[in-house]
């Protein structure tokens, strides 16, 4: 007899075998615990204490300054984009509270971070938002400083007891370039800010967004502490009475949700998506009209999926693989399952919340107000790689308003002009939660767990401020 490894094959069994071979070597070739078709591995999750938020954190001027000097001077702050400084010499400037900050690509391509301000008497450097220029000039007494920072040319200069040339720079913060963003420190003794990140770095660095380009861009000033906008990003409780159109696309339950937290501050939040939600439409949903366009573009047939909407996400994650590279969308074979069809919600400590879908990224940072504790100002922004389909695709596969690559920024003061039905939905009831806290008639906040992360975000607050971070 023949022994089990002698007995013959037929062409088909030699096919099946060789696939599983080389799926297993490519198993190998990942690493035995990062299979793509597994969910996100979970973080540290470190216990703490719920917080007994009170309205004191969002109102009070004392609370308000400490914070500033103990969180904000010490944290890593996502400022500008990579892409949208190409060449030396380019420039943004971004406010962040009483502080504005140049960021400037030099000529080795590197890019530094400066103070905006003028070391001879201190006036504002810079007005503009964004240019290119090899000098920037103060606008009082005309000294000029070269993008490296170095004063290269001051007026009388031999009036002075020494040539300020001879000394005097721009003053320098820590900057470093992450998944495309640059980011500032303004703590010379700052980790670094891969430490800083820490598990999120991995997450991110599978979309490859470093080249992604900016299609939404709105810079809205709005009357509520920065820290109510962060709460909001922080949970999903919300969702089915602020945003109730999000039940067509999103399973909305608590229960089927991925939460996280890490040691380093931040958190994260999963949800499924292309998943018209069960909890609100009872254990057999409709086909929604937005997953059948999205089913569509894919080259899927919605007829197929009229009475089992529930199947449509793993066929859309299956076809999304089939198709990905032929349509350009090279870095799907980085993505997890679920990082093709799920919504992955992280909230950067301090200030940013970043909405991944398979081709973009919505940030949402809120900056606190120069001086009022009761005002800040909120950037609402997608980024995205350009498929093959365009902005068509980036629509049917993302809940927020998806305008045309490098739109314009645009600035202005909430309700004057729409930023879109979510971002509309959510500043609104900000708005109204500012004037509740200001309320002697609210003591402090009962949450529930769903609402964890934002207990550990005050939990972090408060470690800073007591000196215990960074």
Not at 101 to 114: L, N, Y
Not at 262 to 276: D, F, V
Not at 294 to 302: A, E, G, K, V
Not at 400 to 405: H, L, T
């Amino acid at each position: 007899m023949l022994g089990d490894y002698d007995m013959p094959e037929d062409a088909c069994t030699i096919v099946q075998r060789g696939k599983m071979f080389k799926k297993v070597k490519e198993t190998l070739k990942r690493g035995l615990n990062d299979d793509l078709s597994l969910p996100a591995p979970k973080w540290d999750n470190p216990n703490f204490q719920s917080h007994p938020l009170n309205g004191t954190r969002y109102t009070s001027r004392t609370f308000f300054e400490q914070e500033w000097e103990s969180v904000w001077t010490k944290s890593w702050l996502l400022l500008g984009r990579e892409t949208e400084m190409p060449e030396p010499n380019s420039f943004q400037v971004e406010n962040i509270g009483p502080e504005s900050i140049i960021m400037v690509r030099q000529t080795d391509e590197s890019i530094k971070a400066f103070y905006n301000v003028c070391q001879h008497r201190g006036s504002r450097l810079i007005f503009s938002n964004e240019g290119k220029s090899e000098t920037f000039a103060c606008p009082y007494h005309g000294w000029e400083f070269a993008t490296n920072g170095k004063l290269v040319k001051a007026q009388d200069s031999e009036d002075f007891p020494i040539n300020p040339c001879e000394h005097v720079t721009l003053i320098e913060l820590k900057c470093d370039v992450f998944a495309g963003f640059v980011w500032v420190n303004m703590d010379p003794d700052c980790q670094s800010l891969r430490e800083y990140l820490g598990p999120v770095c991995n997450d991110w660095e599978r979309y490859q967004p470093d080249k992604w380009q900016r299609f939404t861009a709105m810079t809205v000033n709005v009357p509520c502490n920065w820290k109510i906008l962060q709460d909001n990003f922080c949970e999903s409780y919300h969702l089915p009475t602020v945003h109730p159109q999000l039940r067509e696309s999103h399973e909305e339950s608590y229960s089927k949700t991925t939460f996280d937290i890490c040691s380093e501050g931040h958190s994260r939040m999963i949800m499924l998506g292309a998943t018209p939600s069960a909890t609100q439409y009872g254990p057999k949903p409709p086909l929604t009209e937005g997953l059948a366009e999205r089913l569509r573009l894919w080259d899927l047939n919605p007829d197929d999926f009229t009475d089992r909407a529930l199947h449509a996400r793993k066929a859309l994650q299956e076809q999304m693989r089939l198709l990905g590279r032929e349509r350009g969308h090279n870095h799907y074979e980085n993505l997890r399952d679920e990082q093709l069809t799920d919504a992955h919600m992280y909230n950067i400590f301090p200030n940013c919340s970043l909405t991944f879908g398979a081709d973009g990224v919505l940030l949402q940072r809120m900056t606190p107000h120069p001086t009022d504790p009761e005002q800040c100002v909120f950037d609402h922004w997608y980024y995205a790689f350009t498929p093959s389909s365009g902005a068509e695709l980036l629509r049917a596969q993302t809940n927020v308003r998806v305008d045309e690559e490098n739109a314009e920024r645009q600035f202005f003061d909430y309700g004057q002009k729409p930023m879109g039905i979510i971002p509309d939905q959510d500043v609104a009831i900000t708005i109204g939660q500012q004037l509740g806290l200001r309320s002697r008639g609210f003591i402090r906040a009962t949450a529930s767990g769903q609402e964890d992360r934002i207990s550990w975000f005050h939990h972090i607050i408060d470690e800073y401020m007591q000196g215990q971070r960074p």
